[in-house]
């Protein structure tokens, strides 16, 4: 044992010494302080935004995938999805917490899942040629941005540490286009003659006047009729807040948007209509026998269909991924986290975190929702909590 004359000298030596000490041995760190975003070009053509801490750079990458931007629009439309609900600009959250940011527009937009996959690899290797190899790489992906997360780290897990997939359709590509397609069908059945006749071929004339005709037109036919309405939502197992039925119509619009404005430029791409509901009984009318027998009805093309292959994720992971996904998603239902839960699950391969939010909406997430997920994705990754 120690004398305790010599544990009374040490402890009063260490006494001593700390007194000594100038009061900035004890500041806490600096917290990192955010730098300028520097824009540039890919090599294949895709926009890029890198924003690295003007001091107290931990080292590791953020790299984001946005979600769906209509064909027609400027590359630099993605920049608006940079920003949470409550208006917190993504860039600057995650270099307050020592977080290099990199985020890009793709080389196309519309169905861009596929190019994204090379432009994130893109990106990756020019932040690694400007700034070397980082500690740790994360993607993070929102709505189409997160089908792309899970399909890059199952993919290419030498280049991501691991995934945060929000709000995406990462469960079933296929399912996802049914669903859209199975809306507009049923809409069509409910509100006949509302909208041009073919959900499978959009004129550009629905496009050019969706929110001076089409939006006012599709309200005021909803409000006329709220039992009408209801049935198009029980048919269609679309997401609406019992407690605020005007969340119907953000419903209807929500998911008939993205049938007028993805339709055409979806079928261009995979070679032919993916949308088949040949053989589907739709149910929750107040008469499924005549709905079903009076329903449009459409196959889908053998060459669309081989072509989605791509688009469908395996469940096989190497790296984390953590879902976080609302339960009332009107536009990407919450059955698409759970059914690649269950890909996970029947994979026996693989780590993934499924976080659920109680509440209605597309990607309605709040800021610390968004944190509790990304953080939960860096304690699997390196076993330490955000800071």
């Known amino acids: 044992m120690i004398p305790q004359r010599a544990l009374r000298l040490f402890f009063t030596c260490v006494i001593v010494l700390t007194l000594s000490l100038p009061a900035t041995a004890f500041a806490a760190p600096a917290e990192p302080v955010p730098g300028p975003c520097a824009d540039s070009v890919l090599p294949g053509g895709a926009l890029a935004k890198v924003c690295v801490p003007a001091s107290g750079w931990n080292g590791d990458l953020v790299l984001y995938a946005h979600g769906y931007v209509p064909p027609d629009a400027p590359l630099t439309a993605y920049e608006s999805q940079l920003s949470l609900p409550d208006g917190t600009y993504l860039p600057d959250l995650l270099q307050s917490l020592g977080y290099a940011f990199a985020a890009t527009s793709y080389r196309t937009n519309g169905l861009a899942i596929l190019p994204a996959l090379d432009d994130l690899r893109e990106l990756e290797a020019g932040f690694r040629a400007l700034y070397g190899q980082p500690g740790h790489t994360y993607l993070t992906g929102v709505s189409e941005g997160g089908l792309i997360t899970a399909l890059a780290v199952e993919q290419s897990p030498d280049l991501y540490d691991g995934g945060l997939a929000a709000c995406g359709p990462l469960g079933d590509f296929r399912k996802q286009i049914d669903y859209f397609g199975d809306f507009r069908v049923l809409f069509d059945y409910f509100y006949p003659g509302l909208l ?10 629905v496009m050019d006047n969706w929110e001076s005709v089409y939006v006012p037109l599709i309200s005021a036919r909803l409000a006329r009729n709220p039992l009408v309405a209801a049935e198009l939502m029980r048919t269609s197992n679309a997401a609406f807040d019992p407690a605020d039925l ?12 993205y049938n007028v404005f993805a339709t055409n ?3 261009a791409r995979l070679g032919g209509n993916p949308f088949d509901n040949t053989s589907r009984w739709y149910s929750g009318s107040r008469n499924d026998l005549r709905l079903n027998r009076l329903v449009q009805r459409f196959p889908a093309s053998a060459a669309a269909l081989a072509n989605l292959a791509p688009y469908q994720t395996s469940g096989r992971l190497t790296v984390p991924l953590v879902a976080i996904h609302t339960t009332g998603d009107e536009i990407v239902p919450y059955g698409q986290a759970q059914l690649y839960a269950a890909k996970v699950q029947t994979s026996g391969a693989g780590r993934f975190g499924l976080l659920p939010i109680p509440r209605y909406g597309h990607c309605n997430f709040t800021t610390q929702e968004v944190l509790t997920a990304f953080g939960l994705l860096v304690l699997q990754v390196t076993g330490q909590p955000l800071p």
Do not use: F, K
């Open 196 to 205: 041009p006749p073919s959900p499978i071929s959009i004129p550009p004339s």
């Open 265 to 267: 430029d979806a079928s």
């Open 246 to 257: 005007t969340t119907i119509g953000r419903t209807t619009l929500g998911v008939l948007w």
